[in-house]
Each structure stands twice: as structure tokens, then as C-alpha cells.
């Protein structure tokens, strides 16, 4: 069983989490219009951020369109060697997933770059090989395929919210590495990230969306409900990465409490790691290793 997503246009219940922040100890509620004065710097600081304020936004937009130019020279690549790449973007709940596919995709040919973000499975569906319908979505010759969330959702989502039973659950962890094998010997570039954010910072994102009507739709009961499973998610998160990274497969792991770093340094990886023609090492520059690291070593 997969997520329902909530109507554009209705609110999802109210939901309050107690968090210490400054050695006090305070209930907050996504609804609050008193949140962001009480959280906005500690949310910036949480999950051990190492900078105290985003990077500016000149900076950013002139290093996003160089490495921009770059992933049109990577499409160019793609169409004229048949070569195929997948990234999977996983990672907590308002981490910025969508905002560094959208980064990632903006200025290439949507023809052959294309997002899956697949809805709950049909009942066909559930009676499949839990991996087919993402088996079936998967590049041909010359593609650049992201998925907004993956089967990684057997990893996740579905065990903490009771969508999938224990033994699917230790199923897909003993599968999954032996599935993604065959995905990179079959000749297809896998890059698999994991964006994580701090609590404080997943709830103040949570409160901008309630409260933009722009973006209420970001919102789902499934995000309100998760608000007080954080250790829940983070222990299947761990085990994830323990489980899963490998080798062949390995997650590369990206701290977003500031999506403008996150979304340079994630594509920066991607870039440094394809061997494309007429690639431009000094317009891509250096990986911050203090935003990006990979396996589960990363977040101890």
C-alpha cells in the first residue's frame, strides 16, 4: 500500500511536537503563527549544520548555471553514446528532494530527461514483484531518468507508517542490493542520494508550507502524521544505508538544511562522476565535502 496524497485545497489536521531548543523544552505546532520567531535560527543549526547562514543568492544562481551548461553538454553525451543514467532522491520528509530535481532538470531536454514520481500502486500492481513498476519506468538508450522517491519507500515509509509487513520489509533490504547490481552491470550510471535535514528544519519547512498557499499542496496527511515519528524514520533510515550501500551501489549522502549548497553539491557529484565529453572541470569545481558525504558513516 502506498501514501495517499491530501487534496490541493484542504488543510491536513493540526499536529504539535515537543523539541528542547536552547535547553527549554517547547511544544510546537505547524500551525502556530509564533513558530519561525522561536525556530528559525535553530532550525538552520540542527542535524550539526556546518555553516551559520546559506550561501548568497549570487553566488549560487552564478555557480547553478555553470553547472547547468555542463549537464547540457551530459544530455548531448547521453544522446549520442546511448548511454543511460538513473538518480534516485530520497531523504527526510521536506528535505528538498523536488527542488534539486527541478535544479537538476531545468535546462535540459525533457524528451529524454524525465522525473518519475509514481502514485500508490494499482491493485495489478500489488500483486507484482515489488520492484516492476519502477523496472518499467527505467531510461533507454541516451535517458537521464530521476526518481522523486524510489522503491526505497519499502525502507522508509512503509514499515514506520505499517504499510508493508515485517518480513516484506526484510525482504526488500536482502533484494535490494542484488536488484541495483543488475541495474549498474547492465551498463546504467546509478547515483542514489539521501538528503537529510534536521528536525527543527523539517518542522519549519512543514509550517512555510501550511502557510503558503502556493505550496499547501506539499503538505499530506502522511507529512502531519510522521511529525512525531522522527526516531522512528531515523532508525530505518540508518539501517537503510547500513543495509544497502555498496559498492557497486554506493548512497551519497547531503546535508540540506540550506537547499542552495545541497542542490550545487548533489549535481556537482553527478558531474564529476560521468565521463562526458568536452567537461569542464574548473566551471564544476570542488565537491564541499562538509555537505556531501557518502554511506552511513556520514551522519554519526
Given at each position: 500500500?502506498a501514501l495517499?496524497?491530501?487534496?490541493?485545497?484542504?488543510?491536513?489536521?493540526?499536529?504539535?511536537?515537543?523539541?528542547?531548543?536552547?535547553?527549554?523544552?517547547?511544544?510546537?505546532?505547524?500551525?502556530?503563527?509564533?513558530?519561525?520567531?522561536?525556530?528559525?535560527?535553530?532550525?538552520?543549526?540542527?542535524?550539526?549544520?556546518?555553516?551559520?547562514?546559506?550561501?548568497?543568492?549570487?553566488?549560487?544562481?552564478?555557480?547553478?548555471?555553470?553547472?547547468?551548461?555542463?549537464?547540457?553538454?551530459?544530455?548531448?553525451?547521453?544522446?549520442?553514446?546511448?548511454?543511460?543514467?538513473?538518480?534516485?532522491f530520497e531523504?527526510?520528509?521536506?528535505?528538498?528532494?523536488?527542488?534539486?530535481?527541478?535544479?537538476?532538470?531545468?535546462?535540459?531536454?525533457?524528451?529524454?530527461?524525465?522525473?518519475?514520481?509514481?502514485?500508490?500502486?494499482?491493485?495489478?500492481?500489488?500483486?507484482?514483484?515489488?520492484?516492476?513498476?519502477?523496472?518499467?519506468?527505467?531510461?533507454?538508450?541516451?535517458?537521464?531518468?530521476?526518481?522523486?522517491?524510489?522503491?526505497?519507500?519499502?525502507?522508509?515509509?512503509?514499515?514506520?507508517?505499517?504499510?508493508?509487513?515485517?518480513?516484506?520489509?526484510?525482504?526488500?533490504?536482502?533484494?535490494?542490493?542484488?536488484?541495483?547490481?543488475?541495474?549498474?552491470?547492465?551498463?546504467?550510471?546509478?547515483?542514489?542520494?539521501?538528503?537529510?535535514?534536521?528536525?527543527?528544519?523539517?518542522?519549519?519547512?512543514?509550517?512555510?508550507?501550511?502557510?503558503?498557499?502556493?505550496?499547501?499542496?506539499?503538505?499530506?496527511?502522511?507529512?502531519?502524521?510522521?511529525?512525531?515519528?522522527?526516531?522512528?524514520?531515523?532508525?530505518?533510515?540508518?539501517?537503510?544505508?547500513?543495509?544497502?550501500?555498496?559498492?557497486?551501489?554506493?548512497?551519497?549522502?547531503?546535508?540540506?538544511?540550506?537547499?542552495?549548497?545541497?542542490?550545487?553539491?548533489?549535481?556537482?557529484?553527478?558531474?564529476?562522476?560521468?565521463?562526458?565529453?568536452?567537461?569542464?572541470?574548473?566551471?564544476?569545481?570542488?565537491?564541499?565535502h562538509k555537505?556531501?558525504?557518502?554511506?552511513?558513516?556520514?551522519?554519526?
Amino acid at each position: 500500500m502506498a501514501l495517499e496524497e491530501a487534496p490541493a485545497a484542504a488543510k491536513p489536521e493540526s499536529r504539535a511536537v515537543e523539541l528542547n531548543i536552547g535547553g527549554k523544552t517547547r511544544v510546537f505546532d505547524v500551525d502556530d503563527p509564533e513558530l519561525p520567531k522561536w525556530i528559525d535560527d535553530a532550525a538552520f543549526d540542527s542535524d550539526d549544520y556546518p555553516y551559520e547562514k546559506k550561501l548568497s543568492e549570487e553566488e549560487y544562481e552564478e555557480t547553478l548555471t555553470r553547472l547547468q551548461i555542463e549537464l547540457v553538454k551530459v544530455q548531448f553525451w547521453l544522446q549520442a553514446t546511448g548511454k543511460r543514467v538513473m538518480a534516485v532522491f530520497e531523504g527526510r520528509d521536506a528535505a528538498g528532494k523536488g527542488g534539486a530535481i527541478h535544479a537538476t532538470t531545468a535546462y535540459m531536454n525533457p524528451r529524454s530527461a524525465r522525473t518519475v514520481a509514481l502514485t500508490k500502486p494499482t491493485e495489478t500492481e500489488r500483486g507484482q514483484w515489488y520492484f516492476q513498476r519502477y523496472v518499467a519506468t527505467f531510461p533507454t538508450a541516451g535517458e537521464f531518468v530521476l526518481f522523486d522517491r524510489s522503491w526505497y519507500n519499502r525502507a522508509g515509509v512503509e514499515p514506520v507508517m505499517g504499510f508493508c509487513t515485517p518480513e516484506q520489509y526484510e525482504h526488500f533490504l536482502k533484494q535490494a542490493p542484488r536488484f541495483e547490481k543488475m541495474i549498474v552491470d547492465d551498463g546504467i550510471h546509478l547515483f542514489k542520494f539521501w538528503i537529510n535535514i534536521g528536525r527543527e528544519m523539517q518542522l519549519k519547512r512543514f509550517h512555510d508550507r501550511r502557510h503558503d498557499p502556493l505550496k499547501i499542496w506539499k503538505l499530506s496527511p502522511m507529512d502531519i502524521a510522521a511529525l512525531n515519528k522522527w526516531d522512528d524514520y531515523t532508525e530505518k533510515r540508518d539501517r537503510m544505508l547500513k543495509e544497502t550501500h555498496t559498492e557497486h551501489a554506493p548512497w551519497t549522502v547531503i546535508r540540506g538544511n540550506d537547499k542552495r549548497r545541497a542542490r550545487i553539491n548533489l549535481i556537482r557529484h553527478i558531474l564529476k562522476s560521468l565521463d562526458y565529453d568536452g567537461k569542464d572541470k574548473a566551471a564544476i569545481g570542488e565537491v564541499d565535502h562538509k555537505i556531501v558525504g557518502s554511506g552511513p558513516g556520514f551522519l554519526k
